[in-house]
């Protein structure tokens, strides 16, 4: 992508960024010189943590028994 000016880029500063988004060069100049690049960030990383909750839910033994046959059926339909 060609080098924007500010004034283009004031004026249509969301859609550069959603350009930018998408992974194209955004380029800002002030007059002829370039000056700025806008760059799209990482999305953040969701923190997985094995066995956050462990202890928070309790099941007694009947929670393993087989389902009624009615309940059943409306599982195999």
């Keep these: 992508m ?3 000016t500010i004034h283009h880029a004031k004026t249509h500063l969301s859609k ?3 350009r930018a988004q998408t992974g194209e060069d955004v380029v800002i100049a002030k007059g002829k010189t370039p000056v700025v ?3 799209a960030l ?3 990383k969701i923190e997985r943590k094995f066995g ?3 202890g928070r839910f309790r099941f007694d ?6 389902l009624p046959d009615g309940d ?3 599982w195999e339909k």
């Design 2 to 4: 060609k080098p924007v």
């Design 16 to 18: 550069l960024i959603a």
């Design 37 to 39: 690049k806008i760059v």
């Design 42 to 44: 990482a999305p953040p």
């Design 52 to 54: 956050r909750y462990k």
């Design 61 to 66: 033994e009947s929670f393993f028994d087989p």
């Design 72 to 74: 059943l059926a409306l």
